[in-house]
């Protein structure tokens, strides 16, 4: 049903609220993180100094980094309880093993409603340590593994794979999660971000506000659609394939996961960083080279496609094409792209989360009724 001006579809374009954190420029394809450009960034810092950077407005100096890497690495084991709801879900969704495990981080901390700065750092930095070590116990327990318990000596990204693979990654696999890691570690409002903020606002605390923001982040719309990139690649099969098979989806009025985003009207900044670290992962092994091969005829072919079917929606390659790429070829399975994904932004949603509680102030919207009036029970 249409709406009326004044109430833009899903928001669109609607400026929800201030932020210091990050920026997305659609038209220009920029995305500014904590006053950097994401090319600035990515592959140049590592994923606990964008952290730093987000939650305390600087990058940090080689003391502050340090301190923060052990004040992290000492947090990363799971508490019984956590670990015990994640052997639970072994056979759930990754990502849904995250949202149930994420809700018990709360046993843990001493005052789990206290929303004061002090209290949000704490919960920010136990909720940033522990996101990987749930998704990579999950990833082994789902496949009848034992886990793996965290290496305090690794960065966090590095030690995330360990706990996947069990054996120490080679520094260019650790260096592309790293990559991965701050290239989304923020992006503006996007959905899981706002349904943080939104919780936030009641002054509900921070592991509240994080366990929603999982369940905004798992839909196809928004973090879901690495895995079903993954699923078109090995369907496309060959590049000369890839006109046909994009014509008889969008025949169908199927969308193509990984293209188009509702701000970006050209490419993707993210899809350019990304599509370089898949491009360097391709050179380590035959199997990556020839799907980043395929990807990269099947992208040029799916945009021709997509401005002659749908033309002036300008709908490019996002962040999520060549997620699937590097994600697929760290050795993770398709089904934890999105639990993966949310083990990055979860410093970017707590650092919105700190943002929102010093904002204070209740996000409320109003609804535009469309309903019927003057209805009555009748009888007698
Ligand atoms: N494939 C085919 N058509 C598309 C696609 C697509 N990927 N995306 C949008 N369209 C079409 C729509 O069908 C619509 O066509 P119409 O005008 O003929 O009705 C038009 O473009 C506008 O679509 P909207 O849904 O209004 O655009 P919106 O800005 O809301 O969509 C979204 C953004 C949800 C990301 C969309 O482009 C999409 O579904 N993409 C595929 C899923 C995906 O890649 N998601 C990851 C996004 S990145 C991230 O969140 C981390």
């Known amino acids: 049903m249409p709406v009326s001006p004044a109430t833009p579809r899903g928001l669109d374009g609607v400026v929800a609220a201030q932020t210091r954190l990050s920026h997305v420029d659609g038209q220009a394809g ?48 799971l508490p019984e309880e956590t670990m015990r709801v994640v052997r639970a879900a072994a056979r759930t969704p990754p990502i849904d093993a ?14 789990p409603d206290d929303i004061s700065p002090a209290a949000d750092m704490a919960a920010a930095k136990l909720l940033t340590a522990r996101f990987p070590t749930v998704v990579a116990a999950h990833a082994r327990l789902s496949v009848g593994k034992q886990p793996i318990g965290p290496r305090p000596d690794l960065p966090l990204s590095a030690n995330f794979l360990y706990m996947v693979h069990g054996k120490e990654p080679d520094p260019i696999a650790a260096r592309a999660i790293d990559a991965y890691w701050v290239t989304v ?19 509900s605390d921070m592991v509240s506000a994080v366990t ?18 993954l699923d078109m690649l090995k369907e496309i099969k060959s ?34 960083v990304l599509s ?23 992208e040029q072919t799916i945009l021709k496609v997509l401005e002659e ?13 060549y997620t699937a790429l590097v994600l697929q070829a760290l050795g993770l399975e398709p089904r934890s792209f999105v639990a993966t994904f949310a083990c990055g932004r979860v410093a970017g949603w707590c650092a919105h989360v700190i943002e929102q509680h010093a904002e204070d102030h209740l996000i409320r919207p109003q609804s535009e009724y469309v309903g019927p009036r003057g209805l009555t029970i009748g009888g007698d």
């Not at 570690?185 to 002054?203: E, K, Q």
């Not at 929603?212 to 990139?229: N, S």
């Not at 199927?254 to 293209?259: E, N, P, S, V």
Request: net charge positive; glycine share 10%.
């Open 30 to 77: 920029e995305l500014i993180i904590g006053g950097y450009q994401l090319k600035e960034l990515a592959g140049r810092v590592a994923f606990e100094e964008a952290a730093h950077l987000l939650w305390r407005g600087a990058l940090p100096s080689r003391d502050e980094l340090a301190k923060l890497r052990r004040e992290i690495a000492q947090l990363r084991a």
């Open 309 to 321: 079917v749908k033309p002036g929606r300008n709908l490019r390659t996002n962040v999520e094409f």
């Open 185 to 203: 570690i923020d992006h503006g409002m996007n959905a899981s971000t706002f349904a943080a903020r939104v919780i936030a606002s009641t002054r």
């Open 276 to 298: 370089k670290v898949a491009d360097q992962l391709g050179s380590a092994a035959l199997e990556n080279r020839n799907l980043f091969d395929l990807a990269r005829a099947a």
């Open 212 to 229: 929603g923001a999982i369940g905004a982040l798992k839909g196809p719309l928004h973090g879901g659609a690495p895995g079903p990139v």
């Open 239 to 272: 590049a000369d394939r890839a006109e046909a098979w994009v014509r008889n989806e969008l025949a169908a009025g199927r969308r193509i996961m990984g293209f188009g985003h509702r701000v970006y009207k050209v490419r993707d900044p993210r899809a350019d």
């Open 98 to 111: 995250l949202r149930m495990a994420c809700a018990t981080l709360s046993l843990d901390l001493a005052h």
